[in-house]
């Protein structure tokens, strides 16, 4: 029996000298799984220093995204009291411009009836000088005739 206890602690024991020597932590696992910690620690670095950036662009006084924001609010606020302000001008401007359309195309008009006022005119000059001319010359007629009946 002491044999066969001797056979079992024996077995036994090589079993753990297996399982020793094939443990990967104890043949130089714990040195990979330090690399890799500390691999995992740089990463984290890493990481933290790229949210620390963000957080800096995001609350920084001067640059950052939030006080961007609230300058581009006081100026959309800024904006929107201006164009309420200046969109009766802009009806109003509006207004003008068919006004004046409407006024040119008078213009247009009143132009082109002086254009024919003038030429009615010419005309008219015309007419008189033709007219003064035949009266001339009945007033000359009727005076020779006159002076005939005087003359007989």
């Not at 690399?35 to 950052?64: C, F, M």
């Not at 006080?67 to 606020?77: C, M, T």
């Amino acid at each position: 029996m002491r044999d066969q206890l001797l056979d079992q602690l024996l077995h036994k024991v090589s079993k753990i000298e297996d399982k020793v020597t094939s443990a990967k932590s104890l043949n130089g696992g714990f040195d990979k799984l330090l690399i890799e910690v500390e691999h995992i620690k740089e990463s984290q670095a890493a990481v933290l220093e790229g949210v620390r950036g963000v957080k800096k662009n995001l609350y920084e006084p001067d640059s950052g995204l939030f006080s961007r924001v609230k300058e581009l609010e006081s100026e959309s606020k800024i904006r929107a009291a201006y164009i309420k302000e200046t969109k009766p001008a802009l009806e109003f401007s509006k207004e003008l411009q068919i006004w004046k359309k409407h006024a040119d195309k008078e213009l247009e008009q009143f132009e082109a009836l002086h254009i024919e006022f003038e030429k009615l005119k010419d005309w008219k000059q015309g007419a008189q000088k033709v007219i003064w001319l035949i009266a001339t010359a009945a007033g000359g007629m009727w005076v020779k005739h006159f002076m005939d009946l005087m003359m007989k």
